[in-house]
């Protein structure tokens, strides 16, 4: 088994036909196919079951994708730390959900040592991808948050992925609207109140969203609900259909994207605990031990 074996397999699970994997991979169809069937008799499974209407995953083979993520995701980091152009340069890499004070924290890491060369990342992303990205070693710190809805959920991820959870604030449930809609001069509301305008969410793109959504009030049935996965894209939805999102109420004042808009604190409570993970055990860089320095710096509790 090589690394071109587990990407070709990759590949192939994320198309809809050896053709179409082929394709993508540059190589042709019969020498995809037999490194495929090498692979399976090397590994004594059957990775995919061919039928009529294509290829389709078996159990064994579902089981040996989610190891070849893994695997291909520490290639692509070793990859880039040695053997990229950048590889001499300092690195330091981070991930969270979306919160402004992580992005602070990070510029002031940036400030602070300013380093000659580096590359440093910062991926503003998806809960489940916060917490693969440090289990992953793809990130050293990352940034998530957890309501009474999926506390359990996440604290059950964070045992399995052998990480280990900081709280640095609870925060309680506010809305966010632009400042010129009608209910922006309200100190208090109800999310009753909201039913005729729609909730822009985070969009967790899985099966488990529910359980990984990142805000509060995740298990109301809202009558109106739009899905975003850009941050500017939420900002002028709310602003052009009157919108609102759910959030901790935390808006920085220089932040020129959030500018437009007005914090309500919402009468139904489900606290935001929000704090960092870091891999149970892990070295930490002298950026990631900077990084975590200046979250602190943000810590309530």
Excluded at 27 to 45: C, F, K, M, T, Y
Excluded at 64 to 72: L, R
Excluded at 239 to 258: K, R
Aim: hydrophobic letters at 35%; proline letters at 2%; a negative charge.
């Amino acid at each position: 088994m090589n690394i071109s074996q587990i990407r070709y397999i990759l590949q192939v699970a994320n198309s809809s036909s050896i053709r179409e994997a082929a394709t993508k991979l540059y190589i042709s169809q019969p020498a995809l196919s037999s490194s495929i069937r090498e692979l399976e008799e090397e590994l004594g499974i059957l990775i995919f079951e061919r039928t009529n209407k294509g290829i389709v995953l078996t159990e064994e083979g579902r089981e040996f994708v989610t190891y070849a993520k893994k695997v291909n995701s520490q290639y692509e980091i070793m990859e880039d730390r040695y053997f990229s152009k950048d590889a001499h340069k300092d690195r330091f890499s981070v991930s969270t959900q979306h919160y402004n004070f992580s992005i602070r924290a990070f510029t002031n890491v940036i400030k602070k040592n300013d380093p000659e060369k580096f590359v440093f990342s910062i991926h503003e992303t998806k809960t489940r991808e916060v917490l693969e990205d440090v289990r992953n070693l793809k990130s050293e710190v990352g940034i998530i948050s957890y309501s009474g809805a999926n506390e359990d959920v996440i604290k059950k991820l964070i045992k399995e992925y052998n990480l280990e959870f900081t709280p640095l604030m609870i925060r309680e449930t506010y809305i966010y609207v632009w400042k010129n809609h009608e209910l922006a001069n309200r100190k208090e509301i109800s999310i009753e109140e909201l039913a005729d305008y729609p909730c822009i969410t985070f969009d967790q793109s899985d099966d488990s969203n529910f359980y990984l959504t990142e805000e509060a009030m995740a298990d109301y049935d809202f009558p109106k609900l739009i899905k975003s996965d850009d941050r500017a894209t939420t900002m002028e939805i709310i602003a052009e259909l009157g919108g609102y999102s759910i959030g901790s109420g935390m808006l920085s004042g220089d932040n020129a994207i959030l500018k437009g808009l007005v914090s309500i604190k919402l009468k139904e409570e489900d606290p935001l605990t929000i704090g960092y993970i870091l891999r149970k055990g892990g070295y930490l860089s002298s950026y990631g031990n900077d990084y975590v320095e200046e979250l602190l710096k943000f810590k309530e509790i």
